[in-house]
């Protein structure tokens, strides 16, 4: 299917979280390399029914792990009450908690209904995160959509910039434009936590939402003056400028801090240590600097500061780090075989084996606290197909053999949709 766009909303929220920003670069989004899953919900007015975007949040559920699809990022919304008026099965409320539970992080935007009391659904959905939107100079904008929700939900979760946000322009090859509303904010937000898996592929969706929380810049809820002249703040707020880190219904639990929330990212099971290093010595070919690796070939990597175990594993949401075990104390270099990759993803659930994975490397040594410290992690994007050829003997005439496509890359996959206005009837565009 070729993608296209035939909104504009779509093009700019997909930019924000991973556009390369070419030709100039300079306009990039938070997560240039990451992959994106286009789900399209709604139609060239930016209209959409509940049902065909609940089919949209079920498809991404059930493709998971065929796309290794990590973080969802939805910009649209609607009245609140009609959450209350659906049936469980229509709550489109139950189908973003589905989402968490099936251990996709899913950023919602809160809205650009302004006042208290005006956050929708599914951005009142419990376990999403939600997103309200930030002036260039840290205040929340005036648009941005407040809490609590209608089950008297304390929301948004953090705030992010959203105002005059500069990204693809639709349909213009290599043109950009700015846009406001929660919908700019979310897919920023979004990117962060590609960054954040990337630097740590075992982090669950709440505990990617406790550590952009914990990290946040607190703002209360009269930060920079009240935004909604007076009705901004109700008690619980008001008691939240007297307790740090108290979410309220404004800034929620404050202004994202993108490095900061990577780095407790990092170090959730392992101490951080920059002074270790893994390098990668095969060079790419140019075939868009990706490198090429038949079944006989590996991947050579060298290491420094001391390193003393490298671990690997794929990104995919079943997997875990495993162990290479040819690798020595000693050591100051080694390599991974498309073998042992292919090995590696054929036992994991619900995966194709030909086709994209992303593989992370990183290298461990004792530290003086007792524990182990981690290198930064080694990122590489593969493209594998013909795997079973890889398993034939030498001697045997075979029509293809096992091709492994190599780049670093960022390592989530995304489900870009759009932030729209409430509507009680439809989902629609340009909050």
Known sequence: ?????????????????????????????????????????????????????????QWTIDNRYKFNIRVA???????????????????????????????????????????????????????AITVGALDKDSSIAA????????????????????????????????????????????????????????ANPDLSPFEIRNFMQETAEYRHCTYMGDPAGGDGCDDNDVQAIF?????NNVYGHG?????????AAAEKY????????????TDPTHDNLHTHLSPGDSIYFSTSGGIETIQWRSNHIVDDWTVLHTFEKTDTDGKITAIDIIHQLEHLPGIELDGNHTISIR?????????????????IDILMYDSEYAFMPESEETPGFTFVTISIATVAALFINRKQNQSSESIYDND
């Not at 202004?255 to 780095?263: G, H, I, K, M, S």
Request: hydrophobic content about 35%.
């Open 1 to 57: 299917v070729f993608p296209y766009d035939d909104q504009g909303h779509g093009s700019h929220c997909a930019g924000t979280t991973a556009g390369t920003g070419a030709p100039t670069y300079d306009n990039p989004g938070m997560a240039p390399q990451a992959k994106l899953v286009g789900v399209k919900v709604l139609d060239s007015g930016g209209s959409g029914s509940f049902a065909v975007v609940m089919a949209g949040m």
């Open 73 to 127: 990022s939805m910009s649209l919304g609607a009245f609140g009450v009609i959450e209350w008026q659906s049936s469980e099965e229509d709550s489109v409320n139950r189908m973003a908690n589905e989402m968490v539970y099936n251990d996709i992080t899913l950023f919602i935007a809160a809205g650009n209904s302004a006042g208290r009391g005006t956050i929708g659904t599914p951005g009142s959905s419990e376990d």
């Open 143 to 198: 648009y941005s959509s407040q809490g609590p929700t209608e089950e008297n939900r304390v929301k948004p979760n953090i705030a992010y910039v959203g105002s005059n946000v500069v990204s693809v322009a639709h349909n213009t090859g290599d043109q950009y434009t700015d846009m406001s509303g929660t919908s700019m904010a979310t897919p920023g937000a979004a990117g962060v936590a590609a960054l954040m898996l990337q």
């Open 243 to 247: 307790t740090k880190n108290r979410q």
């Open 255 to 263: 202004e994202v801090r993108a490095l900061e929330a990577v780095l």
């Open 270 to 281: 392992y101490l951080f240590d920059d002074s270790m290093s893994i390098e990668l010595e």
């Open 363 to 379: 290298g461990l040594k004792s530290n003086s606290s007792g524990g182990h410290s981690s290198s930064p992690l080694v990122t």
